[in-house]
């Protein structure tokens, strides 16, 4: 019996790791509606794809809405912290707030060095840390809806309806610490307690 759950275990396990560029994360580390910080990591498990394979970007639930406008922040917010590297080197960062009749989605561009016409090759790491920041520029709604994907492409070489090739990481979310939950329960308890105790 133990053998047998220790096969399904290890079959779990393959499929979960056979899955397309599973190796990158995006890990959102605080968000307001005046401040988002995250994190990429990880290693591409696969070279980028697209006319443009060289652009990476996050988006908003692009896999669902793809050539769907889909805001995630408004106006244009200041990027104050910017530690990204794809393989060791720092791409530019770009900025880009779509109008609400445009066909695209709202886009944090990183260019690398190399440019946006070739592509990022399978083992190329990505590692550090964005913040972006600006007063009510942000939706906390769409926290896990952000998604990163690479490779602009169009469906006809005519037209303008370019949108991304792949999706290579959906956003995971840092979850609040045990101890802040205790430290707030606790809080809520004496708040209780001075209650019954005044009354």
Not at 14 to 31: D, W
Not at 133 to 160: C, H, K, R, Y
Request: one cysteine or more.
């Amino acid at each position: 019996m133990k053998r047998l759950l220790a096969a399904i275990l290890l079959g779990v396990l393959c499929l979960a790791s056979a899955s397309a560029n599973a190796s990158l994360v995006l890990l959102i580390n605080t968000y307001t509606t005046d401040e988002v910080s995250f994190t990429i990591s990880g290693t591409f498990d696969a070279n980028t794809i697209g006319i443009f394979p060289g652009y990476l970007a996050i988006k908003n639930d692009w896999s669902n809405n793809i050539g769907v406008h889909t805001e995630w922040f408004s106006g244009t917010p200041a990027i104050t912290v910017n530690t990204i590297l794809i393989g060791g080197v720092a791409p530019s960062l770009t900025l880009v707030q779509d109008d609400a009749g445009s066909a695209w989605n709202d886009d944090l561009l990183f260019i690398p060095p190399a440019g946006n016409a070739v592509a990022i090759t399978a083992g190329t790491s990505v590692s550090g840390s964005v913040t972006l920041s600006g007063v009510g520029f942000f939706n906390p709604a769409d926290l896990a809806t952000l998604e990163l994907v690479s490779g602009l492409n169009f469906t006809s070489p005519s037209s303008n309806d370019d949108d991304w090739a792949r999706l290579e990481a959906s956003a995971s979310v840092v979850p609040i610490p045990p101890a802040a939950w205790l430290f707030g329960s606790t809080l809520g308890l004496m708040g209780v307690m001075r209650r019954k105790i005044s009354s």
